[in-house]
């Protein structure tokens, strides 16, 4: 069965300052990865995603996650944070098991952005 | 990617009453998924709803507690039925978009129910 972690339930960090989430998963079978971005009171927006090639993935907005398969990790980095940054994020696995994707969401990293 | 548009956004219930969340989507898609997102926690797949056969539920969740209709491609309801307080969360609903370009799972803005 998949599973996704997400160890920091809460990051605390400066404005400008760079930041790392962590998401490690498990998974018998190859695997997509995601982080999804949800705002105050707002719904789930994609963040990035791996379906394949390069390990390196970048978001519109400066986020970039990196795919290593032998750590099983697909951490999210930012080299310099915004308050706008402030939001909840979700690491995800989508993996197929007797035909049927299953989607698995992990227990969320929120992310404040302090001035 | 699709557009989902789900309502209503909020609402506070009374115990023992049901609210059917309604999800439109602007394009035709084959399943749809239904989630809870409990406060502070993460999202918890509560079904997926195929158009012309029975929703599949996951562990945990049944279909008394959590009717779905899906009657087109387009479209789909949840109702959370007999409501508690532990009813109290988000639901969102969501479609998976299978271009390559787009794949990933497009959200709903989510249902904020609140029950007293």
């Known amino acids: 069965a998949q599973s996704v972690t997400q160890l920091d339930s809460q990051v605390p960090v400066f404005e400008e300052a760079p930041v790392e989430l962590r998401c490690n998963y498990s998974?018998?079978?190859?695997?997509?990865l995601f982080w999804y971005v949800q705002y105050p009171n707002q719904g789930l927006q994609l963040l990035l995603k791996?379906?394949?090639?390069?390990?390196l993935v970048e978001s519109i907005n400066g986020f970039e996650a990196e795919f290593n398969k032998s750590q099983t990790s697909f951490h999210l980095r930012k080299p310099s944070v915004h308050i706008s940054d402030t939001a909840e994020y979700f690491c995800a696995v989508s993996a197929t098991t007797s035909g049927t994707y299953k989607y698995i969401f992990g227990t969320g990293t929120r992310l404040k952005v302090l001035a | 990617s699709a557009v989902i548009s789900q309502k209503p956004s909020r609402d506070i219930c009374q115990r023992g009453t049901s609210l059917t969340i309604q999800c439109q989507v602007d394009?035709?898609?084959?399943?749809m998924f239904w989630y809870r997102q409990q406060p502070g926690q993460s999202l918890t797949l509560i079904a997926t709803a195929n158009q012309g056969s029975e929703a599949t539920y996951e562990s945990g969740f049944v279909i008394d507690k959590f009717p779905i209709s899906r009657p087109n491609l387009t479209f789909s309801t949840l109702t959370v039925s007999n409501m508690s307080p532990e009813d109290s969360s988000i639901y969102l609903c969501?479609?998976?978009?299978?271009?390559?370009?787009?794949?990933?799972?497009?959200f709903g803005s989510g249902t904020r129910l609140t029950v007293v």
């Open positions: 791996y379906l394949s090639g390069s390990t």
């Open positions: 969501s479609v998976e978009d299978l271009g390559r370009a787009n794949y990933g799972y497009t």
């Open positions: 998974s018998s079978v190859s695997v997509y």
């Open positions: 394009s035709q898609v084959t399943m």
